[in-house]
């Protein structure tokens, strides 16, 4: 936990000293969480402009573009103006820290799917991993899920567009009769996800797009 708070400082510093309208609109947006959502205006020159792969996440109240200013092994944190972090592992968000409903730990039983390659696994192919959510709280719930290929798909990224696999995770979260899917569009070739849909926990709901997939590369 200090590793993460002095990570995040850190990481949250870096991002306000070399603020530009585009992060700073994303901070505004994120404090407006209690007007309901307000469309970020993001354009390619506001995204090169900042030194750092970026992504912009949508909850359903607020919305906001997120840097990922560290990497400590598969480990990504991604942080905003706000001081909003999601950790993510191979395109999955595994913990969040400063939302209003948070994620606090993932891990899986046997390896992580989104660790081989979503592009790897077989039609119909199931998996369980453990969350925790401290609201409540609620340790070691167990998330069964189950994987199927959809087409392919266009999806437009600043005015971009790019032919993509969509998979989508049946997710169900039997102590808390909660089911959902999960949807993921992924570059055929090696996997990376370009966009995805998360269903974490009941209460949250995450849309994430890379905005510089040029900066990225699966794992």
Not at 19 to 44: E, R, Y
Not at 193 to 207: A, M, N, V
Request: aromatic share 6%; glycine share 8%.
């Amino acid at each position: 936990m200090k590793t993460l708070r002095n990570s995040s400082c850190l990481a949250v510093g870096l991002l306000l000293c070399g603020c530009n309208p585009l992060m700073q609109a994303s901070l505004d947006t994120f404090k407006a969480a209690t007007l309901g959502v307000q469309p970020l205006q993001v354009t390619a020159a506001q995204v090169e402009a900042v030194p750092y792969a970026q992504i912009k996440v949508t909850t359903d109240v607020s919305e906001g573009v997120l840097a990922k200013l560290r990497q400590q092994d598969d480990l990504e944190f991604w942080v905003a103006s706000g001081k909003q972090v999601l950790l993510m592992r191979d395109g999955l968000v595994v913990r969040t820290v400063g939302l209003s409903i948070n994620l606090d730990g993932t891990r899986f039983d046997g390896e992580s799917p989104f660790k081989r390659g979503l592009q790897q696994l077989p039609d119909g192919y199931s998996s369980t991993r453990w969350i925790d959510v401290y609201q409540g709280p609620r340790v070691g719930l167990a998330v069964n899920s189950r994987f199927s290929r959809q087409g392919i798909e266009t999806v437009t990224i600043l005015d971009k567009d790019y032919a993509l696999q969509r998979i989508d995770e049946r997710v169900d979260i039997p102590e808390l009769g909660f089911k959902a899917t999960n949807r993921f569009w992924i570059r055929p070739d090696d996997g990376l996800i370009l966009q995805s849909e998360q269903h974490l926990t009941p209460g949250l709901f995450l849309k994430i797009v890379q905005l510089r997939p040029d900066r990225e590369t699966a794992r």
